[in-house]
């Protein structure tokens, strides 16, 4: 394999091609970081959690596949990615992992010590989520707390602080992830139930549809509390709605349980978790300026 084909293999490996995973971990910090700014975040706080998000989210993805690499093959959905596919050795994707997450920790270290110490748990979250769903009946809780995690790394690199405002936030983000998550995971439901691997998904059974709405009424439910809390206003409020419009549409999309559309209804969560953030940031822009 030549030098450009090894890059984009690699590039594979990371999961660039299909940048939805970075995009449902950037928008909870993005909120989080204007939560924390009231509205004018430093740049280059921004910049750096931006790239950072990129990182963690593409070393996630080799280390999610380094741990799958036994079972990626007999799935369907990704039986042709890099390691499953043969393309990759273990030993170079770990050596990816290690430098991504290196690449991830030098970018916090100009920031306050109170950041550098969150972002060991978060690189622990991260390394060590894809190993739960041999034993762990509701993986997506845990994946839902390491999505979390750019939240407080946020308030505490533009604050110096973590005030109460960023355990909600985390349990909202929580709740969405668990939500969209769940759709994710019935797309592979039948291949899971052969193999042996727990998700959510199996676990609700006939109540996955349910579970689902039910997270995704907490989520919205919780934000229109902090809302309240945060003193937000008309903008805000109007992305919490539109959100709940969406989600609405997603039920529509998963109550037949077909995995196409399932898939489709988690790969629209990058809709729902915009049209948050551009509330957020109007809101501030045009009632708090």
Excluded at 195 to 202: Q, V
Excluded at 225 to 232: A, K, L, S, T, Y
Excluded at 244 to 265: D, M, P, S, V, W
Aim: charged residues 15%; contains cysteine.
């Amino acid at each position: 394999m030549n030098i450009a084909d090894r890059i984009k293999t690699y590039a594979q490996l990371m999961r660039l091609d299909k940048p939805i995973g970075i995009l449902l971990l950037l928008w909870p910090m993005l909120w989080g970081l204007w939560f924390a700014a009231k509205g004018l975040p430093d740049w280059h706080i921004l910049l750096i959690f931006v790239l950072g998000t990129v990182l963690m989210r593409s070393a996630g993805c080799v280390i999610n596949d380094f741990a799958d690499r036994e079972i990626d093959p007999h799935v369907e959905r990704t039986k042709n990615r890099p390691m499953a596919a043969g393309r990759v050795s273990s030993k170079e994707a770990l050596l990816l992992a290690t430098g991504l997450s290196l690449c991830a920790f030098l970018l916090v270290l100009p920031l306050n010590q109170l950041t550098i110490l969150l972002s060991v748990p978060a690189l622990f979250l991260a390394g060590t989520y894809p190993f739960t769903k041999r034993f762990f009946s509701m993986p997506q809780a845990y994946l839902g707390i390491a999505f979390s995690f750019g939240i407080p790394m946020a308030f505490a690199a533009q604050t110096d602080s973590l005030p109460p405002v960023t355990g909600i936030l985390m349990l909202a983000n929580l709740f969405w992830v668990i939500a969209y998550d769940t759709a994710y995971a019935m797309v592979d439901k039948p291949d899971d139930l052969k193999i042996g691997i727990k998700t959510s998904a199996i676990t609700w059974g006939q109540f996955d549809v349910l579970g689902v709405m039910v997270c995704h009424v907490c989520f919205i439910v919780i934000m229109i509390g902090i809302g309240q809390w945060q003193q937000m206003n008309l903008a805000y409020y109007a992305g919490l709605l539109v959100a709940a419009g969406l989600i609405a549409y997603q039920y529509t999309l998963i109550r037949n349980r077909e995995r196409a559309l399932c898939f489709k209804a988690f790969l629209h969560n990058n809709w729902v978790g915009m049209v948050v953030f551009a509330g957020i940031a109007l809101d501030y822009l045009i009632f708090q300026h």
